[in-house]
């Protein structure tokens, strides 16, 4: 069964290059793209038994940056969050970011852009069970 991804990024491109990296790297994951957080917390919130294992989250996005993202995310009740787990993947190399990401509980790893076939075929290691 493949494991369950939802891509967030407001950059086409990256969510192109993700993809390829997730293709590429012999998992099989079936992915899903939002280029706005909010469309991507909504289908979180509305959609019974979503079943998505990982949440890749850019963190530099308009309107609804990562960290706000993680918040709401946060704050869904557990039903809605299942046992997804998130990891920030974002151009920022900023220490402060990665520190601020340590926060949320939800939260298990830090990647920077672009994602390599090497980080990706390692994802499936930080989904529990």
């Known amino acids: 069964m493949?494991?369950?991804i939802l891509m967030i990024d407001d950059n086409e491109?990256?969510?192109l290059f993700t993809r390829i990296a997730l293709t590429r790297c012999g998992v099989d994951y079936d992915v899903r793209s939002f280029?706005?957080?909010q469309d991507a917390l909504d289908h979180l919130s509305n959609t019974a038994d979503h079943g998505v294992d990982l949440i890749l989250l850019d963190i530099n996005m308009?309107?609804?940056?990562?960290?706000?993202?993680?918040?709401a995310f946060e704050a869904l009740a557990p039903r809605q969050r299942g046992n997804t787990v998130v990891v920030?993947?974002?151009?920022?190399?900023?220490a402060l970011d990665r520190e601020r990401a340590t926060r949320f509980a939800s939260v298990r790893?830090?990647?920077?852009k672009?994602?390599?076939?090497?980080?990706?075929?390692?994802?499936?290691?930080?989904?529990?069970?």
Do not use: C, H
């Open 2 to 4: 493949p494991l369950r």
């Open 13 to 15: 491109d990256d969510l």
């Open 35 to 37: 280029q706005k957080a």
């Open 62 to 71: 308009p309107v609804m940056n990562g960290f706000d993202f993680l918040e």
């Open 88 to 94: 920030l993947l974002s151009s920022s190399r900023d």
């Open 109 to 112: 790893g830090f990647l920077t």
């Open 114 to 129: 672009p994602l390599e076939r090497t980080a990706a075929a390692d994802l499936p290691a930080l989904i529990p069970g």
